[in-house]
Nanobody
């Protein structure tokens, strides 16, 4: 069982930056994808960014250019650098790890989340 622990959230003014970290208790290399999701108050959880085991990245369309996902396999840690933050970026940010066998999801793990609040 892999545990994911997020950190780095907090209160920041609009235009500011935060760097979130997701530390895994085991090797992240075993996962096909490491992802960041977020959930704003009263809204559904949404995918923010993806990084595959091969290093490919993908972002929600509106976030590309402001957010950057990266991974450090040696530290078993995934990062989300968030720049030029806006009030609508406020929410709980969750780390997610997925294992896939061809097109079948065979394992998924979630962190407990870290709160990001952007003031206007």
């Amino acid at each position: 069982q892999v545990q994911l622990v997020e950190s780095g959230g907090g209160l920041v003014q609009a235009g500011g930056s935060l760097r979130l970290s997701c530390a895994a208790s085991g090797s992240i290399s075993s996962f096909n994808a490491m992802n960041w999701y977020r959930q704003a108050p009263g809204k559904q959880r949404e995918l923010v960014a993806v990084i595959t085991s091969g290093g490919s990245t993908n972002y929600a369309g509106s976030l590309k250019g402001r957010f950057t996902i990266s991974r450090d396999n040696a530290r078993n840690t995934v990062y989300l650098q968030m720049n030029n933050l806006k009030p609508e970026d406020t929410g709980v940010y969750y780390c997610n790890a997925q294992k896939w066998a061809t097109s079948t999801l065979t394992g998924v793990y979630w962190g407990q989340g870290t709160q990001v609040t952007v003031s206007s």
